[in-house]
């Protein structure tokens, strides 16, 4: 990705992060990036276009930290990596941790295909795990537990509790998996 283009991603990321994706302006993205209103869509063509990019990008870097934890491993072992490696994301990606929570559960949005990978591509690989860890329960619902309490549970600890342990906050994740 060339230098305009990560810095309108950045900008837009930050700004959508703390304000929604609806009441953030492609102006307001382009000021925050310091670049021409006409950037943005040259680089994009949309602004739905750029929050398409946003979310690939985040989905793609999710996806392969989930996978790269497991791999090797298998049922509550690979679990727990897992849940290290999402919280690992969420520290050091707070801004776009924020959005999919914001936009997970919104309907009608242009970009929903693209909140519709991180459940089939990075919560995928959680049920995955938690078919294997657990095969008496619902892998996809079991999975979405795990999935978003760790989520929730990252973003307080970001915003509330910044002076636990990643240690901590992995385990009292873990310590509700019975």
Request: aromatic share 6%; charged share 20%.
């Amino acid at each position: 990705m060339n230098d305009t283009r990560r810095q309108i991603v950045e900008a837009a990321l930050g700004l959508v992060a703390d304000r929604g994706i609806s009441a953030t302006s492609v102006d307001e993205i382009a000021a925050a990036a310091g670049v021409a209103k006409g950037s943005v869509f040259y680089n994009f063509g949309s602004k739905a276009g750029l929050i398409e990019e946003i979310l690939a990008e985040g989905v793609a870097r999710l996806t392969a930290a989930l996978q790269e934890a497991a791999a090797g491993l298998e049922g509550r072992a690979a679990l727990e990596a897992m849940v290290t490696a999402l919280l690992q994301q969420i520290h050091a990606h707070p801004d776009f941790s924020k959005v999919i929570v914001a936009e997970s559960f919104r309907t009608g949005r242009l970009w929903q295909d693209s909140i519709r990978q991180v459940r089939e591509e990075s919560m995928g690989t959680f049920t995955t795990v938690v078919a294997q860890a657990w095969p008496q329960r619902d892998p996809w619902l079991t999975a979405a537990a795990v999935f978003g309490a760790t989520l929730v549970t990252g973003l307080e600890w970001l915003a509330f509790q910044p002076d636990r342990s990643l240690d901590e906050v992995a385990a009292a994740v873990l310590t509700t998996l019975a």
